[in-house]
């Protein structure tokens, strides 16, 4: 038998694309690295900084936000060989946001550590691949096909044709609709391929009519340990690009719908062959109800979802990712449905800052008028500046309530009342 050392070093611990709402996840008795780009390492707070021993800071293409970690592997172990002569090698490699999946998965294969490897992360990255296996499987998804540079202005029409309701194109491997286009008059997404054309590496799908839903959970060993269900307020593409509408979402109470949503969900699973991860999905209720497959991914959601799914259900999928990237048993130890928790109905509401760049709030209307429903809220003060780097957010909300009913009539109360009035927001010059 080896024997032991009396004082064994702390593992040394590689973050991938860290985000500082994650730092009260880092916990002690670890040496932590970070690999992050030079405009993220440049906004880390110092305390932040602190915790780590070595940062590496990547230089990205700008434009890609989803695949840049990818295109800067080399860079990454580049950084992972220097940090290693000094650290010892690492022992795990934690990467929870999308751009991260891909490459902490090549750099745990590159390094020969345990956790989700290329060939599993492609399937929750690749959207052709994955619809291509759900579908394989028997859940229903969006007619679909690749489309690229060498799409003719005749294929576009013979697609079309398939999917007369209207178009959507999208990259393949990009989230939160960067780069997305919708097309409800099929005739311009023909004249679009013509006179434009499309870049590499995209799908069209059809454009599909109902409530769109995000399905989170936990699952370890294949089985589902936990999953949530909710509708949201409006879609995230809408959001983004027509203004004036809440980013949020709430709980679905039906359990026969909710039924069906997990017999649909552990399927999907199946086919992505996710067997240890926590993941995201969204599918369509369809006006018919059918349930309809969009997209999965294997990491914690974004927005408010996370912190709305730890306040009404007591389980922390973010701290449960990381669990799993560190080869450490599951913390969560509940009922295995949302309906089960004894919470009857939650949701969540973001208020986004318009337009771009840097604000500064001048005045902050409603927050002391907040529905009973609220458990937690984070609203700026005046003077406070919302930057851009972080989602511009002027206020987010939790809400637990007693039905779905009431806690949507609380997030719309709260989308109508509050308000934060805005400033530019004047850098100071260095030296002045």
Known sequence: MNPQPLNPQPSHIVHIDFDVRQERLLGTGHRLTALLDETSVAALP????????RIGALHVEPGTPYDAYDAAFEQMTGYVDEFSAEL???????????AAVMPAARLREHLGLPGMRPREAELIRDKIRMKEAVRAAGVDVPRFQ?????????????AVALMPDGIVLKPTSQCVSVGVRVFRDPSEFVSHVRDEGIGADHEIEEF?????????????????????AATYLAPLHDVLNKGGLPLGSVSIEDRA??????????TVLDAVKLEDGVFHLELFIRPDGRLTFLEIAGRPAGG??????????GIDLVQEAVRICLGEAPCYDGPRTMLDSGTAASGWLWVLAPGEGDLKALRVEGSDR?????????VPRAGDVLAASDDRLAGTFAFIGDSAESVAADIQKVWTTYSVTYGPHDQQRPGT
């Open 370 to 378: 907040l529905p009973a429903s609220v458990v937690e809220s984070t």
């Open 304 to 313: 408010g979802i996370p912190d709305a799914i730890r306040h009404a259900y």
């Open 208 to 228: 599909l009519t109902g409530d769109l839903c995000h399905v989170d959970g936990l699952v370890r060993g294949g089985r589902l340990l936990f999953f949530s």
């Open 257 to 266: 719908q909710l039924g069906a949503i997990e017999k649909v969900t552990t």
């Open 88 to 98: 010892g090698p690492p022992s795990a490699v934690v990467g929870l946001s999308e």
């Open 146 to 158: 690749p489309a690229g540079p060498d799409m003719s202005a005749e294929q576009a029409e013979r």
């Open 46 to 53: 110092r305390h932040t900084r602190e915790r780590f021993a």
